[in-house]
């Protein structure tokens, strides 16, 4: 396998050429385009249970889609579905990286391990239906970002970043999770949580929130409509 | 429009291709203002006119890009209709549909052939890749912006019935031959569906 | 205060270098992230309708959650990372005394405290074209920090010129508006999809914005699953 980001930062494309019987595994609704000689199955990511699991926390879709070449050099397009970068980190084995659930587009390496228990045990939420996930190598996972990603490196100073501006951070860093002391808002938008992050390490911080996009767009959607109307 | 001087005089004309027949029209009309109520692109374009010159800006409503492309007579070109935003000279464009439920947007796709000589610009939702075919492509329609028409074009289903819902990919266009697709980097429906289990009720 | 804008003109991010003991108030949710020592209080800041009562009317109005965070450095100074909530750039405006701003209110992000913010002021005219736009005025002096939806155009205007009401960022004093409809008749306005446009007269500098917020919204907003009214 080998890929090409494409159009970084503002509206990343990820090509992946695969050889004959290699697969890439990818995020439901990630595909652009493809080679006619790429077979896709679609199954529950994690089997029922696991599935289930996230339906119950949201903000995850339940289904993985497993694309596997029948001949060589066979190209596959996949994209994030915010608008935003696209990054690709290679893992070695057992090397952790976190990364915010809605940020996944796909990996590479049978042996990777997407660990979607962890968020629930530290209670990082940000407030709007998403949680971390935590990646476990060996393999590759391709990640995307609403809005540019902003690499922070810290050298043991305190960061603080707004949780739904966190895309992915590095396994060597601590973190407390704590409200905002500034104003909330008084709908969506306004900070809600905040991540001291404290450590050596790598934050990495993208330019956008989903909250704020769906803040904005609360007005423009229709109203339902009243049962006895 | 974003601005434009004083001077330029604008009149509003239904999209149903210059040389269309009385009934053709009727249909155009109908079909416009069905997607103009029930949501979807609208079919009706405005023609600026500048006797004494002027200038006018035009951007598109998603983020992204604008693509030139000449047509010269010989060549169509067949364009997502959400992607069309002007064209100059005498260039006629015809709506097309292909594929399933494409008369009030969402799936499948609604297209607009594009024939004549002119100027003729595009928008992506994303940034645009041409991508030249010699053979068979795969496309989800909701990252088509043009291709050539000259390639045969099919829209169908990701593999079956259960994958269209499941799978997340929705309807896909299959082309084969020879010529350029132009897809963009981004999708509405996806966009959708990313926001969607994060929205208050 | 130095403020830093990167990743323009798509996702930009807007960088501010505190001093020590200096402060920057900005729009509630613009913070991204923060070093540590910053202290953060909620002011609603400006004249006129003032107050916390001042503010919610403005926000119930105008859809936009006019409050401010006062974010204040310490004996260390500091930096705070602002974006606004959707896709664009930034620019910052060196405001002077004497001049006035007239700032569309979306496009507001950030300005420290030596610049007044006015929600109601003398001559400006009910704008009921829909979009629920409302302008401050900015005087005083210093850095002011402007968002626009896509990329930010500036512009000399010496003339006459048509504007469409939801491309307009900010405009100089000099500069006579008056709001009339896109085509002859309402059919015709309704049908072109213009709506309302803005006839601008005179001399001074205008601020434009690629994108249209209200078109976005109703284009993406009707996509989105309906909500309680």
Not at chain 3, 50 to 68: C, I, M, V, W
Request: glycine residues 14%; proline residues 2%.
């Amino acid at each position: 396998m080998n890929y090409t980001i494409l159009d970084s930062p503002d509206f990343a494309l990820l090509q992946v050429v695969l050889d004959t019987s290699e697969t890439f595994v990818a995020e439901s609704g990630a595909m652009v385009a493809k080679d006619v000689g790429i077979d896709i199955t679609t199954s529950l990511r994690g089997g029922l249970l696991g599935a289930a699991k996230r339906k119950f926390l949201g903000g995850e879709s339940l289904f993985q889609n497993t694309f596997t070449a029948r001949t060589s050099g066979q190209r596959l397009f996949l994209a994030a579905k915010a608008e935003g970068d696209l990054r690709a980190r290679k893992l070695g084995v057992g090397e952790s990286f976190f990364l915010q659930s809605g940020a996944y587009v796909g990996h590479s390496g049978s042996d990777l391990k997407i660990d979607t228990k962890f968020g629930g045990v530290r209670g990082f939420f940000s407030g709007v239906g998403l949680f971390i996930l935590r990646i476990e190598g060996p393999g590759t996972v391709f990640y995307g970002s609403y809005g540019a990603i902003h690499e922070v490196e810290l050298h043991g100073e305190n960061y603080t970043v707004d949780t739904g501006h966190i895309v992915a951070f590095t396994q060597t860093l601590d973190y407390r999770v704590r409200a905002f002391g500034g104003f909330k808002g008084l709908f969506l938008s306004g900070e809600g949580l905040v991540a001291d992050f404290h450590g050596t390490g790598t934050v990495y911080v993208q330019t956008r929130n989903a909250a704020g996009l769906a803040a904005f767009l609360h007005p423009f959607r229709r109203i339902k409509a009243k049962a006895g109307n | 429009m974003v601005l434009q001087s004083p001077e330029l005089e604008m009149s509003t004309h239904l999209n149903a291709g210059r040389r269309a027949g009385f009934w053709a029209v009727i249909t155009a009309l109908l079909v416009a203002l069905a997607r103009k109520f029930l949501g979807g692109e609208t079919m009706f374009v405005n023609r600026f006119r500048a006797p004494r010159g002027g200038e006018l800006v035009l951007a598109p409503s998603l983020s992204g890009n604008i693509v030139q492309k000449k047509l010269d007579g010989q060549k169509r070109l067949f364009v997502q209709s959400g992607s069309y935003l002007a064209s100059t000279g005498d260039i006629d464009a015809k709506v097309r549909f292909g594929g399933l439920r494409t008369l009030f947007g969402g799936e499948g796709l609604a297209l607009l052939e594009c024939t004549g000589t002119g100027e003729l610009w595009i928008n992506s939702y994303g940034s645009v890749l041409a991508i030249p075919i010699n053979g068979a492509f795969t496309v989800d329609t909701g990252h088509i912006v043009a291709f050539e028409g000259n390639l045969d074009f099919r829209v169908k289903s990701v593999g079956g019935m259960k994958s269209l819902f499941l799978s997340g990919e929705g309807l896909v266009c299959e082309f084969q031959g020879s010529g350029t697709v132009y897809i963009q980097s981004r999708n509405l429906s996806s966009l959708v569906h990313w926001l969607s289990p994060l929205l208050p009720s | 205060m130095h403020i830093e804008i990167q990743y323009n003109p798509a996702h930009s991010l807007a960088t501010v270098h505190l001093a020590p003991h200096e402060s920057i108030r900005a729009e509630a949710g613009s913070m991204v992230s923060m070093t540590d020592n910053i202290s953060v209080t909620t002011t609603a800041g400006h004249r006129s309708g003032g107050g916390f009562f001042g503010g919610l009317k403005r926000a119930a109005l105008g859809g936009e959650s006019f409050f401010q965070n006062l974010f204040s450095a310490g004996a260390m100074g500091g930096k705070v990372s602002l974006a606004p909530s959707l896709a664009g750039s930034m620019v910052v405006h060196e405001l002077r005394l004497g001049e006035e701003l007239f700032i569309q209110g979306s496009s507001y992000v950030a300005a420290p405290e030596s610049v007044t913010l006015d929600t109601q002021f003398q001559g400006m005219k009910g704008f009921l074209s829909g979009e629920s736009l409302f302008f401050l005025k900015a005087t005083g002096q210093g850095p002011v920090l402007l968002n626009a939806f896509g990329a930010i155009e500036k512009r000399e205007l010496n003339g006459e010129l048509i504007v469409d009401t939801g491309h307009l960022v900010a405009f100089t004093s000099g500069i006579e508006y008056s709001l009339s409809k896109a085509a002859k008749g309402w059919i015709q306005s309704f049908l072109s999809g213009e709506g309302f446009v803005l006839k601008v007269r005179g001399r001074g500098t205008l601020w434009l914005q690629s994108r249209n917020p209200s078109e976005f919204g109703g284009t993406v907003g009707r996509m989105l699953p309906a909500r309680e009214g």
